[in-house]
T-cell receptor, first 111, second 113 residues
Framework: EDQVTQSPEALRLQEGESSSLNCSYTVSGLRGLFWYRQDPGKGPEFLFTLYSAGEEKEKERLKATLTKKESFLHITAPKPEDSATYLCAVLLLRNTDKLIFGTGTRLQVFP | DAGVIQSPRHEVTEMGQEVTLRCKPISGHNSLFWYRQTMMRGLELLIYFNNNVPIDDSGMPEDRFSAKMPNASFSTLKIQPSEPRDSAVYFC???????????FGSGTRLTVV
């Protein structure tokens, strides 16, 4: 069965304290791996897509990396405004357009 | 671009009543997705459409749930009769190419009492 697992469930950081969020996946074939950010009361907002192992993408303080079994979202010197839930999702290689989501990591950054 | 528009934002209804959630996708997007989000199960796909045609409805919980897409600019998700366990946030998303991601609406928070 195709599965996406995120860890940790929750993470509390001091402002400026860098860390990483993990997304491990077990799928029959990967067409793409996605990272989304979700703020309370809002829909998920697209951050990155990664398509192959070894690929990296960056946006401001965020950097996403991909291996054959997992992806990391590295947060460098986070600020309080980075506080949100970060969701990982996979698009399968087989003929489907549905994204399978993990349950997310809730990040809180304190000043 | 106004993004994906969902209505209503909040809905409180009594058990047994019919509930209709509405979605307007981004113009030009040919795929539309309905997801449900709960604390326990996260985001789960209910159904998706391609060019207004339902492609995968395997996530629809039971016959009480139905979805339609009569044209490229409108979709509905209907629950009849509603039950307390249907309480969740329902998201609609649209996409031109799923390989580059979806755009989500702001969701409808449904409470069934």
């Amino acid at each position: 069965e195709d599965q996406v697992t995120q860890s940790p469930e929750a993470l509390r950081l001091q402002e400026g304290e860098s860390s990483s969020l993990n997304c491990s996946y077990t799928v029959s074939g990967l067409r793409g791996l996605f990272w989304y950010r979700q703020d309370p009361g809002k829909g998920p907002e697209f951050l990155f897509t990664l398509y192959s192992a070894g690929e990296e993408k960056e946006k401001e303080r965020l950097k996403a990396t991909l291996t054959k079994k997992e992806s990391f979202l590295h947060i460098t010197a986070p600020k309080p405004e980075d506080s949100a839930t970060y969701l990982c999702a996979v698009l399968l290689l087989r003929n489907t357009d549905k994204l399978i989501f993990g349950t997310g990591t809730r990040l809180q950054v304190f000043p | 671009d106004a993004g994906v528009i969902q209505s209503p934002r909040h809905e409180v209804t009594e058990m047994g009543q019919e509930v209709t959630l509405r979605c307007k996708p981004i113009s030009g997007h040919n795929s539309l997705f309905w997801y449900r989000q709960t604390m326990m199960r996260g985001l789960e796909l209910l159904i998706y459409f391609n060019n207004n045609v339902p492609i995968d409805d395997s996530g629809m919980p039971e016959d009480r749930f139905s979805a339609k897409m009569p044209n490229a600019s409108f979709s509905t998700l209907k629950i009849q009769p509603s039950e307390p366990r249907d309480s969740a946030v329902y998201f609609c998303a649209s996409s031109l190419d799923p390989r580059v991601g979806y755009t989500f609406g702001s969701g409808t928070r449904l409470t069934v009492v």
